[in-house]
């Protein structure tokens, strides 16, 4: 049974940092793309950032970019998510995503229905 498991949510200060993980276990995501979504209270999921297998296109949500990075390590099976200059806004659950339906190089879907996998999110606080 494959799962995708996060890691390094907490409680941070605004303008602060952190980095999550999301640890793929069960089956390798090494030839698909992988994405992160939030959820804040009574929200929808939205996007927030994705990555093709192949790492040359990478697509982020307005309101992160330039404060978000993601990347990923194929060997480890690993995708993170840097985040810098924290605003209050940013509190949610994130979650990681998988989509094993595709295997093209740049494929890279922004849309929650567009991924089959999702991790059990872990809580981000940004405290204004």
């Known amino acids: 049974q494959a799962q995708l498991v996060e890691s390094g949510g907490g409680l941070v200060q605004a303008g602060g940092s952190l980095r999550l993980s999301c640890v793929a276990s069960?089956?390798?995501?090494?030839?698909?793309?992988m994405g992160w979504f939030r959820q804040a209270p009574g929200k929808e999921r939205e996007f927030v950032a994705a990555?093709?297998?192949?790492?040359?296109?990478?697509y982020y949500a307005d309101a992160v970019k330039g404060r978000f990075t993601i990347s990923r390590d194929n060997d480890k099976n690993t995708v993170y998510l840097q985040m810098n200059s924290l605003k209050a806004e940013d509190t949610a659950v994130y979650y990681c995503?998988?989509?094993?339906?595709?295997?093209?190089?740049?494929?890279?879907?922004?849309?929650?229905?567009?991924?089959?996998?999702w991790g059990q999110g872990t809580q981000v606080t940004v405290s204004s």
């Open positions: 995503a998988a989509d094993s339906r595709f295997t093209f190089r740049n494929y890279v879907p922004q849309g929650r229905y567009d991924y089959d996998y």
């Open positions: 069960g089956r390798t995501f090494s030839r698909n793309a």
């Open positions: 990555v093709p297998w192949s790492g040359d296109r990478i």
